[in-house]
């Protein structure tokens, strides 16, 4: 869902980013933009400073938004969108949308039965993995992502680091004692190994931090605990690719063609 603005109006447009930009998502660069409207982001302004140039990454990668992007983009000097931004994409553009409420977000975590899994992330610490995790469970169809812990899953790096797909599916943080419902498979080393395991669909699907593995809370949570394949004296895997693993090996017992 976009909201047009006058793409002749540079100054209008700033007034109206800066009115915003303390409540609203940083959608930083043409596929976090692209992504968010593809999935229902309410985008009130999109600001770049190569107007032609964005528009035709449009209809050359995602013709199905180069009309609401369209409507929306204004083009300001370069050094205004510099000043609006922390850190300007490669491709210019940079736009603000609406968060979801937590409420809708929490209803679709918590509603039973589901189709697909809920992915938690239990006291992470690097805002980059944290993003690289939401776009992974986006693009399995996972029904969210649960963050326990300070760590923010709506800061602009992770938002960034995902891709703007956190429009996708359900992103908010939790405390681990309220986790939502469904059978926990909680990631661990000395767990039983995968391969001879099936997840559920309802699965909640437990990652512990990448510094100190799960938390005693989590752990005590846990109905299962589950380990990947690794080589003997590979400490670990990075933890995008143990949740981008475990997401496929749900995905492989499904079959083909069926999405969440």
């Known amino acids: 869902m976009t909201s047009s603005t006058d793409d002749s109006d540079p100054d209008g447009a700033v007034r109206v980013w800066r009115g915003l ?153 939790m405390e681990a004692t309220g986790l939502p419902p469904g059978p926990v498979f909680a990631l661990d080393a000395e767990g039983e190994d995968i391969r001879g395991l099936k997840l559920p669909d309802d699965a909640v699907l437990a990652f512990g931090s990448e510094r100190s593995g799960l938390s005693a809370e989590l752990r005590e949570r846990a109905d299962h605990l589950v380990s990947l394949p690794m080589r003997p004296q590979v400490s670990s895997y990075n933890l995008a690719t143990s949740v981008g693993m475990t997401l496929f090996h749900w995905s492989a017992g499904r079959p083909p063609g069926t999405e969440a």
């Open 21 to 173: 930009a303390e409540t609203s998502v940083l959608l930083d660069g043409f596929h976090a933009i692209k992504h968010a409207l593809r999935f229902g982001a309410r985008v009130p302004v999109a600001l770049t400073s190569d107007r032609s140039a964005v528009l035709a990454l449009a209809d050359d990668l995602a013709p199905d938004v180069t009309g609401d992007l369209g409507a929306l983009l204004v083009q300001v000097p370069d050094e205004r969108l510099r000043a609006l931004v922390p850190r300007l994409h490669p491709t210019a553009v940079a736009a603000l949308a609406v968060r979801p409420s937590r409420e809708a977000n929490l209803a679709a975590l918590g509603r039973m039965p589901r189709p697909a899994p809920v992915v938690v992330l239990d006291d992470p610490r690097n805002l980059g993995n944290a993003g690289a995790v939401i776009r992974l469970a986006a693009g399995f169809g996972a029904t969210g992502v649960v963050t326990t812990g300070t760590l923010d899953p709506w800061h602009p790096t992770v938002v960034r680091g995902g891709a703007g797909l956190h429009f996708a599916t359900a992103v908010e943080r």
